[in-house]
Each structure stands twice: as C-alpha cells, then as structure tokens.
C-alpha cells in the first residue's frame, strides 16, 4: 500500500456531542492524512435512527471545524465519493449483501425476538457464551428486506493480523458469529456498513479505538468473505482520566469539545494538547508547545503510543496559556474585552489581566470576584492592615507622605508604570526595608493584601485619583 495515495476518514454518529476521545480519533486520522498529503473524508454513519440526536451533525462539523481540522470531502461540501451519510448510501450496501447472498454467505433472520432471548437464556443456564451460528438455519428463504440479513461466517477459525500500532494481534474462533448485515428497518449496521464504505471511497488507514480490536476477526471474515484487502488497521491509545486507571469518562473530562471552546481555551491549544495524548514527536523535538503546522510535520505513526495516554487538565491550562502568549496585543485585547463590562474595558488593564489569567473564561470570573473594583472605585481601608510587620504607625504616616510628594512632582505625562516604580522604589531603597513604603502603598491603593503591584495600579487610575487614596490612608 506504499504506493496508493493516503485516504483517511473519521465516520462518527450523529448521537451527541462530540466529545475529546473523537475528536482525538478524528485529529490523529487528519494528521496523518495531511503529513502524506492524502485525502481526508468526514463521513456520517446515521443508520441508528433510534438513537439519532436532532443538530448533532451541524454540532460534529462545528467541533471539527472549531479545533482546526478540515476535510477534503464530506456531507457539507461533496465529493468523488458522495453522498457522504450513510443513511444516503443504502443502495450500495444492498448491492453487496446480494453479492453475498448469490455467494451463500448472507440469510434472512428466521427467528422473532422471543425466539432469540430463549437461545441466550438457554445459554445462560447451561453456562456457555450465546453465539448465533450455533442456532443457524439449515436452509435459508429468500431475503425480502423484511428481516434482518444475516452474515453466514464461512469458515470458523483463528485470526492473526497486524496492526500499525500494537503490532502483531490474533483472536480465537470464539470471536465469529453470524453478525447482522442489514436490519429489518433497512439500515445497516456499523459492522458492514463501514467496510463498504471505506472499499468504495478508497480509505487506505482506519483509526479507532481499541474497543473494536475483539471485532476485528468478524471485520477481516467479511473482506475476506467479499475478496476485499483490508485497510491499514491502526487502534489508538485510549484517553485515560487523571488517575490513569481507567478510561475518561464523563465524569473526569469527557465532556463536549464545544465546552471548552465556551471557556475560553484557543482550539490551537486544545489540538497541541490532543495530539500530545498517545504520541510525541519522538527524539528529533523535545518541545511541547507546537503549532499544527509543526505538528503535522512531525506526525509518524511509529511515535504513536500502545500505552493509554492521561487527560492532564492541569497540562491543558498550561499549554493554553503558552498559545496565548504567541498572539498580538490587538488579538489579547479583543478576547479579554469580549469578557469585560463596557464600562470598565481600560486598554491600560490588558496587562494586569493577561498576567492573571490562563483561560478567557477567568476574566468573566474575575469580573464577577470583583477583582478589577479597585480600578473603577476607591477601596474601603483598616488602617491597622497599613502597618508592615512591627513598623509603627507614625513611620507609614511618614513614608506615604513621602510618595505622595514625589509621585506630585510627576507630570500627568510622567505618571506612567516605570515612572512611578522609579521615585517610590528611590524611597523604599532609603528605609530598613522597601515593604514599609510598598505595602502601605499597595494597601491604600487596593484594599486588598494581595493585588497587582502599586506603580501598575497608580497608573491605571491616575495621578488624581492615587494621590487622593494615599492622602485618604494618612
């Protein structure tokens, strides 16, 4: 296959939301396709009609789209290979459950529902697992479309297969049965449905999660039922929750990809992050901060792990605020005035803000902590929360009247950050210690015990303004 143009392809159901192991799944599928300049397919495998869940499909594309991954063919835009929902494609899988009906591999379900939940109880009791080819008719009638379709396996045996990788892999005979290829509704199911699309849209590389390897034997049944060469088989590293016990769910993270995007985190970041869960660069970089561009460039299937890989929030948080720091100033301040009332968006506050914050969202939190109030209202102050450790009363009276008459001295044009550090520090370095001038001068300005520093406050509010909160804590 070292010859043939790389197709990838990410077929999810339209039954939710879109959450981080699909999206995962989909962005190792794109990188891969995107490194070998390759084709990448979104298909829509909607044959589940029961559990089908109204704008989930608008949702998947939005999610994708959010996080950076575009397609070279699907439901949206078209393509060779349309129409792109399964749900559209029933006349091609009909045509191949007739090739195998002609072959003697596929028949009509003959049994009722009833009829099946007596065979499994009966397994139950006798303590042996329910396969249905135990219970397989010895004649067949001819498939109407009004009973399910069922997989004859032609041969019971052990599979071994390799997978990109895990590597060498096999399962027993236990892992056959006679599968259903087509429902009583009409739809197919998953396990026929995806091998007749991928043959004839050309998908060279499967990704998916290690839940489907125990149905790979009844996969490789089928193309070897219908004279198909399999794809390259390629089972990611399941997502693990913090612990690194077990799989995310839903409780420790997995959680719609959309969520993410509501509080704040750059989708430059959320793919970085995704891509770092089950796959490194492997020697040639040690970095962990990477555009997608580098990212494709580096993407090798040999560097993708067996092991699972951890959802580290805390990683997630830092990665996003390594992204943050690459944008320009007009684009940091856009974002956090998007959070900040009308009112109180001061060009002058992007600094303080940026310095605080690792996420959009924490604006919002902050806004509504009332951590910018300082800026906007003068603090109510204790006046015994002035004194610096065991400096007296009398001594901070002295040391603010002291700023006060320097920072009088500066013109309004001079009452800026680095002016305004440059004659308080000039004080505080002549007294036994610089907190007995810089902490009262924090506290009259703030209110707070912690805050930005004095001079960037003094700046932000003004030369009126700082000087009438220190004359106010004499």
Partial sequence: ?????????????????????????????????RKNKGT???????????????????????????????????PDIGGPHA????????????????????????????????????????????KRPFLYRDYRPESFRKWDG??????????????????????????????????????????????????????????????RADEFISSTPKFLSLYDALSIMPPVLVTLPPILGEAGTKKLGKRDGAKDILDYKKEGYLPEAMLNFLAFIGWNPGEGDNREVLTKEEIINFFDLKHVQRAGGKFNEEKLIWLNKEHMKKLSQ????????????????????????FDRISKWSDVKEMVAGGEFDLFFKAPQINKIKLIYKKTSQEKITENLKLAIKSLESLSDDEFITEKIKEVLIKIADGLESRGELLHPVRYALSGKDQSPDPFIIASIIGKNETLSRLQKAI
Avoid: C
């Fill in 83 to 126: 129409p792109y929902k399964q749900s559209e494609r029933l006349d091609s899988y009909k045509k191949y459950a007739q090739i195998l009906i002609e072959k003697g591999l596929a028949y009509p379900d003959p049994y009722t529902s009833e009829e099946l939940e007596a065979f499994r109880k009966k397994a139950e009791v006798e």
């Fill in 146 to 207: 009004t009973k399910a379709l069922r997989f004859k396996t032609p041969e019971i045996k052990s599979y071994k297969w390799t997978d990109a990788v895990r590597g060498e892999l096999s399962a027993g005979p236990e892992a056959l049965d006679d599968f259903i290829l087509i429902k009583s509704d009409g739809y197919p199911t998953y396990n026929f449905a995806h091998i007749i699309d991928d043959l004839e849209m050309g998908v060279t590389h499967i990704m």
């Fill in 40 to 74: 990448f397919i979104l298909r829509i495998e909607d044959t589940d009609k029961a559990r089908e869940v109204a704008g989930s499909i608008d949702h998947i594309i939005e999610s994708l789209k959010w996080i950076g991954i575009d397609w070279d063919e699907g």
């Fill in 330 to 353: 007009k684009e940091i301040e856009k974002n956090i005035f998007e959070y900040l009332p009308s009112e109180i968006r001061n060009p002058k506050l992007i600094p303080v803000i």
């Fill in 1 to 33: 296959m070292s010859d043939t143009k790389v197709v990838t392809r990410f077929a999810p159901s339209p039954t939710g939301f879109m959450h981080v192991g699909g999206v995962r799944t989909a962005l190792f599928a794109w990188l891969f396709a």
